[in-house]
């Protein structure tokens, strides 16, 4: 699972009065994939990624692109959250169903949540193509911690 970027060092604890909403940050997986933000909010996270540069051998677009921009959309979610309430996330499972796949264009990532608690997070994710047609459906779930100052 890959883990947003620490918001701090760990030899300091956060206090929690620090609520402002993280921003997304594209980590150099996400900037060779070609990803972009579109939204980013409590309620949702939505991003595009091109099917170009993400394509198996047999020219369809790779099921492990799918789970990495997925996994990296619902944390993003997550840490957002987590955000609002002096906390960071990190993943602690992610499970995805391959719907069809895609050979062109450009896919659609979409992050909603299913349960926001204090200590762990429940988003399902969605990928679809540019005819709104489901490709992928990943269901990931991160655990809130206490971010410690930088």
Same mark, same amino acid.
Do not use: Y
């Given at each position: 699972?890959?883990?947003?970027?620490?918001?701090?060092?760990?030899?300091?604890?956060? #206090?929690?009065? #620090?609520?402002e $909403?993280?921003?997304?940050?594209?980590?150099?997986? #996400?900037?060779?994939?070609?990803?972009?933000?579109?939204?980013?909010?409590?309620?949702?996270?939505?991003?595009?990624?091109?099917?170009?540069?993400?394509?198996?051998?047999?020219?369809l677009?790779?099921?492990?692109?799918?789970?990495?921009?997925?996994?990296?959309?619902?944390?993003? %979610?997550?840490?957002?959250?987590?955000?609002?309430?002096?906390?960071?996330?990190?993943?602690?499972?992610?499970?995805?169903?391959?719907?069809?796949? %895609?050979?062109?264009?450009?896919?659609?990532?979409?992050?909603?949540?299913?349960? $926001?608690?204090?200590?762990?997070?429940?988003?399902?994710?969605?990928?679809?193509?540019?005819?709104?047609? @489901?490709?992928?459906?990943? @269901?990931?779930?991160?655990?809130?911690?206490?971010?410690?100052?930088?």
């Amino acid at each position: 699972m890959s883990t947003p970027p620490p918001n701090d060092t760990a030899s300091e604890e956060h #206090d929690g009065s #620090d609520k402002e $909403l993280w921003k997304i940050t594209l980590g150099e997986l #996400d900037e060779k994939m070609g990803v972009k933000i579109l939204e980013e909010s409590v309620e949702r996270v939505v991003a595009t990624m091109p099917v170009e540069g993400n394509r198996q051998s047999f020219g369809l677009l790779h099921g492990g692109a799918s789970l990495a921009v997925g996994e990296a959309v619902g944390s993003w %979610a997550a840490v957002i959250h987590a955000s609002t309430l002096g906390k960071t996330a990190v993943g602690v499972d992610v499970s995805a169903t391959h719907h069809r796949s %895609a050979r062109e264009g450009q896919i659609t990532i979409t992050a909603t949540p299913i349960h $926001l608690g204090g200590t762990l997070t429940t988003h399902e994710v969605l990928i679809t193509n540019e005819a709104g047609q @489901r490709l992928c459906t990943l @269901r990931i779930t991160n655990l809130l911690m206490r971010r410690h100052k930088r």
